[in-house]
């Protein structure tokens, strides 16, 4: 740290240079920061909430129904607490890009999912009206709902019975997440899966369901209660596929793509191409200080201590402009996620993040400032003076 003070000066030498320089830096590290956050919230499903539920669906595709003969079969395996189902219904608020996370749901579904919290006298409202429907809190702020609300939800797939697509709804609750659960929930509508069937001009009033989500009475039971319930339709045209809620949440991200690939593969592209800015910033920055560098060598600074400011400088560079990239994502990421009307709903800036983005600076510092180091420790005094 003795030396700081010339790092310091060598850095700011140039100042529009290394201005710029930063620029691109902060701009790279700012990607990575949103990036991250956007990975981070499609992995949200991993929350420790929810162990003890499995998700069983078609095996063949999640969009092909499955009989509502087989939760009474599945109620009576050993290790089953209880059975829910859903619906996917793709709703949409009064303009398109106003899309609505909202399922058909059965009367138990608030027992089996304890992590979403209502009032008792709302969860009361909720089971005697035909209508009625609960909404998560950040869903209900996005588009000014409140408790007494009649609404209208049109579905992108199924029309009424009478041909018309857009479905009345009354807002008789507004739950709250519990501390713990996955990203997202509180951006959800649910309503009585009876009306569904009553009203669906494409369903059969108690024929089939979308999905099962299946109560444990433990969660070591996972493994041989999904093998029991897949077995029940081995054979059939309904085959099934049971597994863990997580494991449920990740398969249907990755109908949008593995998202950890596309954000590596991203910042990759990135991070090499701030590499070879970075790097070729450090070259110049080092060529133009020769005689200088010469000069430090002859009044006494050893060839360690020259490699080791050069090395310095190309860290404090990257850490500068690093710590400035993940402080504005910081800020940005909130934004969006407002801006987004809580549609994209991104996690905060955490340690994680910070902590990898710490150490992506200092290796890449250390990576654009290594030749330019070796190369000013080898400086032959008297050639760097003669210009040479």
């Not at 990203?183 to 999905?211: L, M, P, R």
């Not at 809620?245 to 593969?265: M, P, R, T, W, Y």
């Not at 133009?288 to 201590?305: C, D, H, P």
Request: glycine share 10%; net charge positive.
């Amino acid at each position: 740290m003795k030396y700081m003070h010339l790092i310091w000066a060598a850095l700011f030498r140039r100042k529009s240079r290394t201005f710029l320089t930063l620029v691109s830096i902060l701009a790279a590290f700012l990607l990575f920061g949103m990036l991250d956050a956007t990975r981070a919230a499609f992995d949200s499903g991993d929350s420790v909430i929810g162990v003890d539920r499995l998700i069983t669906t078609s095996r063949y595709s999640i969009i092909q129904s499955l009989p509502a003969s087989l939760q009474t079969r599945m109620e009576a395996i050993p290790g089953v607490k209880s059975v829910g189902y859903a619906n996917w219904f793709g709703g949409i608020y009064q303009d398109p890009k106003n899309f609505v996370l909202s399922f058909a749901v059965s009367e138990n579904y608030l027992d089996i999912y304890h992590e979403m919290e209502l009032p008792a006298d709302q969860r009361k409202a909720y089971e005697t009206t035909r209508t009625g429907a609960i909404v998560g809190e950040a869903l209900a702020k996005r588009f000014g709902w409140k408790v007494g609300d009649k609404i209208p939800l049109q579905s992108t797939i199924f029309p009424q019975r009478n041909g018309d697509k857009t479905w009345p709804f009354d807002i008789v609750g507004i739950y709250t997440p519990a501390k713990g659960a996955a990203n997202g929930t509180d951006q959800q509508f649910f309503f009585h899966h009876k009306y569904f069937e009553d009203a669906n001009a494409f369903h059969s009033i108690g024929t089939t369901v979308g999905w099962y989500v299946v109560k444990l009475t433990s969660a070591d039971k996972a493994d041989s209660v999904a093998k029991a319930i897949d077995a029940l339709s081995a054979n059939s045209d309904h085959e099934t596929k049971t597994q863990t809620e997580q494991a449920f949440n990740a398969s249907f991200a990755k109908q949008l793509g593995d998202i950890g690939l596309i954000v590596s593969a991203i910042m990759g592209a990135v991070f090499f191409t701030l590499i070879l800015l970075t790097g070729n910033t450090m070259a110049q920055a080092v060529r133009e200080r020769t005689n200088e560098l010469a000069v430090l060598k002859t009044i006494g600074f050893s060839s360690q201590s020259v490699l080791g400011m050069v090395l310095a400088e190309g860290v404090l560079l990257l850490v500068l402009g690093g710590v400035l990239g993940l402080a504005a994502a910081g800020i940005v990421v909130p934004i969006v996620t407002k801006l987004s009307g809580g549609a994209l709903n991104l996690p905060p800036i955490g340690a994680s993040t910070w902590i990898l983005g710490v150490v992506l600076m200092v290796v890449i510092g250390a990576l654009v400032g290594a030749l330019p180091a070796i190369r000013a420790m080898r400086l032959n005094i008297v050639d760097a003076l003669a210009g040479r």
